[in-house]
C-alpha cells in the first residue's frame, strides 16, 4: 500500500522488507538513520525490543509499551510511535462513527464525511496488544470504556496502566471537544483512568451490551474457520449499534450476526489502511492517498 501511494504521489520513495534477527535489532536500528532512511514499520517479534534503541516516544506508544512506526527525525534521532489508535480512530471517522466528537489519538481525517453515529460508552472485547492501542484512542476521545475479557486480573492491569498514562498526559493534551458532541463535554471533566472499566468475560456480557454504543472486537477469535464467537450469541445486537471487528483477513461470524440484527458492522481493513496511512505522513510530510492505499490492499 505504501508503494502505491508514492506512486499516485509521484514520490520517488521505495517501501521494502528488511528482515532482521532478534539479536541483531539494535544494530538495524542504529543504521536506519545512516542508510538514509526516513523510518520504518516494526513488526511482531520486534514491537517491544526496538524502544531501548530510540530517543523519544509517543504517549501512545509509551502508554501501549510497543511501537510500530518508527520515524528519523532530521537530526538523526529516531521517533517510535504506534498508529494503531489513529488508524482505528481514522477508520470510525471514516465510517461515519464520531467517538465523543474527537479524533483522539490523532487529528488526521481521513475526510470531512458528516458523522451519523456518535458513541459515547464502548465495550472492547479482549486484553491484549492490540486493545491497549483502541481503549488508549477511545479513553483519550473521552468514550467510557468497558474492557472484557476472560481474565479480569488482565483487563484490570490494563485499565490501570493506560488511565495513568492518561492522566499523566492529559494536562498536554490540545485536542478540542466538539460543542455538538454535548456528552463529550460532560466526561471531559471526568478523569481518564475513571472512564476505564474491567469486567469478566462472558459474565458481563447482558448488562454491558445494554449500554455500549459501540463494541470492538481486539481478540483473535474469527481469524479462522470454526472459531466460537467472541460473544454471547444469546445477546442480541441493535439498530444504532456499531459493532467493530478488528480482524480483515476474512469475513467474521460476529459481524455477520450484527450485522443480521441491524447493526452496523465494520472489519479491521480501513484500520489497517489508515494506520499506514498515518505512517506515511509521519516519513513523508505529506497528506496520505489513503483510498489508493486502501485499494491496494484489497487487490488479491
Same mark, same amino acid.
Given at each position: 500500500m505504501h508503494n502505491a501511494a508514492f506512486a499516485a504521489l509521484g514520490l520517488d520513495w521505495a517501501y521494502v522488507p @528488511?528482515? $532482521?534477527?532478534?539479536?541483531?535489532v539494535g544494530e538495524a536500528v542504529r543504521g @536506519?538513520?545512516? %542508510?538514509?532512511?526516513? #523510518?520504518a514499520n516494526i513488526t511482531v517479534p520486534h514491537k517491544q525490543a526496538v524502544i531501548p534503541f530510540l530517543d523519544e516516544l509517543t504517549p501512545i506508544a509509551r502508554a501501549v509499551g510497543a511501537v510500530n512506526t518508527l520515524v528519523v527525525r532530521p537530526d538523526g534521532s529516531l521517533l517510535g510511535d504506534n498508529t494503531d489508535g489513529a488508524g482505528f480512530m481514522?477508520?470510525?471517522w471514516a465510517h461515519g462513527v464520531r467517538v465523543c466528537g474527537s479524533m483522539g489519538v490523532s487529528e488526521y481525517k481521513p475526510s470531512a464525511l458528516p458523522h451519523s453515529h456518535t458513541p459515547t460508552r464502548a465495550l472492547v472485547l479482549?486484553?491484549?496488544?492490540? !486493545? /491497549?492501542?483502541? $481503549?488508549?484512542? %477511545? !479513553?483519550?476521545?473521552g468514550a467510557r470504556v468497558a474492557v472484557a475479557n476472560r481474565t479480569q486480573d488482565r483487563a484490570q492491569a490494563l485499565? &490501570?496502566?493506560? #488511565?495513568?498514562?492518561?492522566e499523566a498526559t492529559a494536562e498536554t493534551q490540545s485536542a478540542q471537544r466538539d460543542s455538538e458532541c454535548l456528552s463529550d463535554l460532560r466526561v471531559s471533566a471526568v478523569r481518564p483512568s475513571s472512564?476505564?472499566?474491567?469486567?469478566?468475560f462472558p459474565d458481563a456480557l447482558p448488562e454491558l451490551a445494554a449500554e455500549a454504543e459501540l463494541i470492538v472486537n481486539t481478540t483473535s477469535l474469527g481469524l479462522h474457520e470454526g472459531?466460537?464467537?467472541?460473544?454471547?450469541?444469546? %445477546?442480541?445486537? /441493535?439498530?444504532? &449499534?456499531v459493532v467493530y471487528d478488528l480482524i480483515y483477513n476474512r469475513p467474521t461470524a460476529l459481524l455477520a450476526l450484527a450485522r443480521s440484527q441491524g447493526a452496523t458492522a465494520i472489519d479491521g481493513l480501513g484500520m489497517?489502511?489508515? &494506520?499506514?496511512?498515518? !505512517?506515511f505522513e509521519l516519513w513523508t510530510g505529506v497528506a496520505a492517498p489513503a483510498e489508493v492505499m486502501l485499494e491496494a490492499i484489497r487487490e488479491p
Amino acid at each position: 500500500m505504501h508503494n502505491a501511494a508514492f506512486a499516485a504521489l509521484g514520490l520517488d520513495w521505495a517501501y521494502v522488507p @528488511l528482515p $532482521v534477527p532478534p539479536e541483531r535489532v539494535g544494530e538495524a536500528v542504529r543504521g @536506519l538513520a545512516a %542508510l538514509g532512511f526516513a #523510518g520504518a514499520n516494526i513488526t511482531v517479534p520486534h514491537k517491544q525490543a526496538v524502544i531501548p534503541f530510540l530517543d523519544e516516544l509517543t504517549p501512545i506508544a509509551r502508554a501501549v509499551g510497543a511501537v510500530n512506526t518508527l520515524v528519523v527525525r532530521p537530526d538523526g534521532s529516531l521517533l517510535g510511535d504506534n498508529t494503531d489508535g489513529a488508524g482505528f480512530m481514522a477508520d470510525l471517522w471514516a465510517h461515519g462513527v464520531r467517538v465523543c466528537g474527537s479524533m483522539g489519538v490523532s487529528e488526521y481525517k481521513p475526510s470531512a464525511l458528516p458523522h451519523s453515529h456518535t458513541p459515547t460508552r464502548a465495550l472492547v472485547l479482549g486484553a491484549g496488544g492490540a !486493545a /491497549r492501542a483502541v $481503549v488508549y484512542a %477511545l !479513553a483519550e476521545a473521552g468514550a467510557r470504556v468497558a474492557v472484557a475479557n476472560r481474565t479480569q486480573d488482565r483487563a484490570q492491569a490494563l485499565c &490501570q496502566a493506560l #488511565g495513568a498514562a492518561l492522566e499523566a498526559t492529559a494536562e498536554t493534551q490540545s485536542a478540542q471537544r466538539d460543542s455538538e458532541c454535548l456528552s463529550d463535554l460532560r466526561v471531559s471533566a471526568v478523569r481518564p483512568s475513571s472512564r476505564l472499566s474491567a469486567h469478566p468475560f462472558p459474565d458481563a456480557l447482558p448488562e454491558l451490551a445494554a449500554e455500549a454504543e459501540l463494541i470492538v472486537n481486539t481478540t483473535s477469535l474469527g481469524l479462522h474457520e470454526g472459531d466460537p464467537l467472541p460473544w454471547d450469541a444469546a %445477546l442480541p445486537f /441493535r439498530p444504532g &449499534q456499531v459493532v467493530y471487528d478488528l480482524i480483515y483477513n476474512r469475513p467474521t461470524a460476529l459481524l455477520a450476526l450484527a450485522r443480521s440484527q441491524g447493526a452496523t458492522a465494520i472489519d479491521g481493513l480501513g484500520m489497517l489502511a489508515h &494506520q499506514g496511512a498515518r !505512517a506515511f505522513e509521519l516519513w513523508t510530510g505529506v497528506a496520505a492517498p489513503a483510498e489508493v492505499m486502501l485499494e491496494a490492499i484489497r487487490e488479491p
